[in-house]
């Protein structure tokens, strides 16, 4: 089964703009479960749509899979590919034709393990211990390393995405990974990264209530003068911080039968092979 993770929680908010051109995704099923953010671009008719068609396109594609799915890293490149070439179809039947865009990240997760993707400068985090273990390297023209946020200028020069060209864009991958314990995946876009520093946001998404972290997260970048918006995805695997993981003692409140079954399983030789008449 994929349901060991505690929760998994999401957020989306305007910001300091008109309208929300982020989306975002969670698909579960009993043996895989899907997250997605899309971040429609400004300055481009439709960001909405293009984030919307990616979505979709996940959704769709999930729905029809076999699961679990045997080559996830293929998958989300079909989804990838699948929902470019839909941008573009959309955008060249507006009259007159438009080019709209987004910024895309995915991450399945099976048998905990995780595999994730992405196309511009949303971003996946795998956070471990209170420390970054992973974090997506954006597709811009200058990625901050600080601490800080980044300028508004950076924040704005992507140079992948979904739409714009014919071409499909260049996926970056990351290598797959067995989740451990306390371990959270937090995928985000540049309105929640680019606003609040990484000790901070390692803080509040280690908090015991993970929804509760995430919405503060939120808040904080939406409190920011001229804020983007802020869309996030955060998943917890196993229990929750400060609670042991769950074991089964024998003999300690159990039927007595399995206390006995118990006791003899610890018996047994716990390597090699063992020979029965």
């Known amino acids: 089964m994929n349901k060991k993770f505690h929760e998994a ?3 989306s908010l305007i910001g300091d703009r008109q309208n929300n051109q982020d989306r975002s995704i969670i698909l579960e099923s009993s043996s895989t479960t899907l997250l997605a953010i899309a971040d429609g671009l400004g300055g481009h008719p439709r960001g909405e749509v293009a984030a919307q068609l990616f979505i979709d396109t996940c959704e769709h594609m999930l729905r029809r899979v076999e699961q679990p799915i ?3 890293r293929r998958f989300m490149y079909e989804c990838i590919q699948h929902a470019h070439h839909a941008i573009i179809n959309f955008g060249d039947r507006q009259t007159p034709p438009i080019c709209p865009r987004s910024t895309v990240v995915v991450a399945i997760i099976q048998y905990g393990k995780a595999w994730w993707a992405h196309v511009g400068d ?3 985090y795998l956070i471990r211990e209170r420390s970054i273990l992973v974090q997506t390297h954006d597709h811009s023209l200058v990625q901050s390393t600080s601490q800080t946020p ?10 992948r995405c979904l739409g ?3 071409q499909p864009p260049k996926i970056s991958f990351g290598t797959p990974m067995s989740l451990q314990d306390g371990d959270t995946l937090l995928l985000c876009t540049d309105g929640l990264w680019n606003q ?3 000790d901070d946001l390692i803080n509040l998404l280690s908090e015991h209530d993970l929804g509760a972290g995430l919405r503060r997260a939120g808040h904080v970048a939406a409190s920011r003068p ?12 196993g229990p929750p911080p400060g609670h042991p993981t769950e074991r089964t003692t024998a003999g300690r409140g159990s039927d007595p039968l399995e206390a006995t079954i118990s ?3 610890e018996m047994l030789p716990r390597s090699g092979s063992a020979s029965f008449p």
């Open 9 to 11: 929680k999401r957020i």
């Open 164 to 166: 714009g060209l014919d």
């Open 122 to 124: 949303s971003r996946l």
């Open 263 to 265: 006791e003899l399983r």
């Open 150 to 159: 980044a300028s508004s200028k950076s924040r704005s020069a992507v140079t």
């Open 70 to 72: 045997r080559d996830p």
């Open 226 to 237: 001229r804020s983007d918006n802020i869309t996030a995805i955060a998943l917890r695997w």
């Open 196 to 198: 609040v520093p990484q």
